[in-house]
């Protein structure tokens, strides 16, 4: 099993930035991909980004392109997510997720596919 520690979340004001840190434990090399997604109060889970663990090819939801920058060190177990010119529509919890799964379409933009969980880290923007 796969185990996900997540830091860095806290209180910026608008145009802000925050970076996200993820790190993994335990049978790391089973995962195909990682992922950021939040959630926002009274709101359902939403896909952020996410990157493959060989590779590197990465993907972003539309709201965060051009703000958002995911990355990872293979060598440290580490997944990031750069988060630059934050809006108050940001804020959420974000949870980190790895995923062991190839799926058909190859995209990995969808909540199912993950198998692991971070705790989550709350990000706040304020106005």
């Known amino acids: 099993q796969v185990q996900l520690v997540e830091s860095g979340g806290g209180l910026v004001q608008a145009g802000g930035s925050l970076r996200l840190s993820c790190t993994a434990s335990?049978?790391?090399?089973?995962?195909?991909?990682m992922g950021w997604f939040r959630q926002a109060l009274g709101k359902e889970r939403e896909f952020v980004a996410t990157?493959?663990?060989?590779?590197?090819?990465?993907t972003y939801t539309d709201s965060v392109k051009g703000r958002f920058t995911i990355s990872r060190d293979n060598a440290k177990n580490t997944v990031y997510l750069q988060m630059n010119s934050l809006k108050p529509e940001d804020t959420a919890v974000y949870y980190c997720a790895a995923s062991t799964v190839i799926p058909t379409n190859g995209r990995y933009n969808q909540a199912p596919l993950y198998d692991y969980w971070g705790q989550g880290t709350q990000v706040t923007v304020s106005s």
């Open positions: 335990g049978r790391t090399s089973r995962a195909y991909a």
């Open positions: 990157i493959i663990r060989i590779g590197g090819s990465t």
